[in-house]
């Protein structure tokens, strides 16, 4: 199965209640307990199409994204990307969960404003899929998605689209890119860390020979 912008608000989350979006191409999708029974829907394998950021405010879930296991905790956010094969399993009955859906072509025209540094500011793909946010990064994303609300409210407006763009860019260059860098730095930290351990264990082995 693969889920679209496009469904919203159609076949695939016609059942949830709390969706917001814009020309298909950006969505705002709160889960909480007046509709989280709704992610049973979910226990089996399907594709993801969009981009998406999932913050999750309140408990845990637990599920799978290419067959790799995760259990995320709050306050946390999960990276999925297009194509990845997701998976709900489990959640706590308090969870809530805000997720930030948008298009391929959502993403380009962001990269085209920031010249690809905005592709250069995301968690690596090849780690951990759950990244603890800081409480700064924390309040940032949820003053963001207030003012989302805001922007999608306003149906008169035109350039509703270009305003959500503009904003995530001035997300990024705020507040996130801090979280980012932090991360990488430990994660780099770590790496070396683990390289100083081989590094010193083939010593000891050649010290014995």
């Known amino acids: ?26 969505a705002l ?17 399907y594709k993801a199409e969009a981009f998406t950021l999932c913050i999750v405010l309140k408990g845990w879930v ?50 085209s404003y920031s010249k690809n540094e905005i592709l250069l500011l995301r968690f690596p793909r090849q780690d951990n899929i759950s990244h603890h946010l800081s409480q700064e990064t924390l309040t940032a994303l949820l003053d963001y998605c207030a003012y989302i609300k805001k922007i999608i409210a306003d149906t008169d407006n035109p350039f509703r689209i270009k305003s959500i763009q503009h904003l995530t860019v001035a997300l990024f260059y705020s507040t996130v890119w801090k979280q980012i860098s932090s991360y990488k730095k430990k994660r780099k930290d770590k790496s070396r860390l683990y390289y100083l351990r081989i590094l010193r264990f083939g010593r000891k082995k050649l010290q014995k020979i």
């Open 1 to 26: 199965m693969t889920i679209h912008i496009t469904d919203i608000p159609n076949e695939s989350f016609n059942h949830y209640k709390h969706v917001l979006h814009v020309d298909n191409e950006f």
């Open 29 to 45: 999708i709160e889960i909480n307990k007046d509709n989280i029974s709704d992610l049973s829907k979910f226990n089996y394998p």
């Open 62 to 111: 637990k599920g799978k994204i290419n067959s790799i296991e995760y259990n995320a905790i709050a306050p946390c956010i999960i990276s999925i990307y297009p194509n990845q094969i997701l998976q709900h399993d489990s959640n706590s009955e308090d969870f809530y969960i805000i997720c930030i859906a948008f298009t391929k072509n959502f993403a380009s025209n962001i990269a």
